[in-house]
C-alpha cells in the first residue's frame, strides 16, 4: 500500500494541527493503521494505531489526551488530530499500515510506510 501524509506544518505551542494519511488501494480497510514520529537525533517512535474498523485504538503515554488517530475507510484515509501542541512534539511524523485485523506498535511489525510529514511547533 502506497501512503502520503498532509497536513504538517509550523504551529504554535497549544495549538493544533490534523494530518492525513492517503492511501492507494483497498486493501487499507483490512489494514491496521499506525502513526510514528522521529524527532531530531532520536529514532522511530509509536505515537498511535487503529485498528481496521475505526473502533480500537492505541496511543503512547506522552500522547495520550491529546491526540486523536481515526480513518474514514470509504475515502482509504487516516487522521491524526493533535491538539494542545508542545515544543516536544516537533519531528517528522509518518504514517504506517500493516495487513491484518491487529493493532501494532513497534516498527518492524509494519511493512508500508509514508514519506512523512514534518511539525514543528514553536514555543
Known amino acids: 500500500v502506497k501512503l502520503v501524509e498532509s497536513g504538517g506544518g509550523l504551529v504554535q505551542a497549544g495549538g493544533s494541527l490534523r494530518l492525513s494519511c492517503a492511501a492507494s488501494?483497498?486493501?487499507?480497510?483490512?489494514?491496521?493503521m499506525g502513526w510514528f514520529r522521529q524527532r531530531p537525533g532520536k529514532e522511530r517512535e509509536f505515537v498511535a494505531t487503529?485498528?481496521?474498523?475505526?473502533?480500537?485504538?492505541y496511543y503512547a503515554d506522552s500522547v495520550k489526551g491529546r491526540f486523536t488517530i481515526s480513518r474514514d475507510n470509504a475515502k482509504n484515509t487516516g487522521y491524526l488530530q493533535m491538539n494542545s501542541l508542545k515544543p516536544d512534539d516537533t519531528a517528522v511524523y509518518y504514517c504506517?499500515?500493516?495487513?491484518?485485523?491487529?493493532?501494532?506498535?513497534?516498527?518492524?511489525?509494519?511493512?508500508?510506510w509514508g514519506q512523512g510529514t514534518q511539525v514543528t511547533v514553536s514555543s
Open positions: 504506517a499500515a500493516a495487513f491484518g485485523l491487529q493493532m501494532r506498535v513497534n516498527v518492524q511489525e509494519y511493512p508500508d
Open positions: 488501494e483497498r486493501t487499507f480497510r483490512s489494514s491496521t
Open positions: 487503529i485498528n481496521w474498523s475505526g473502533g480500537s485504538t
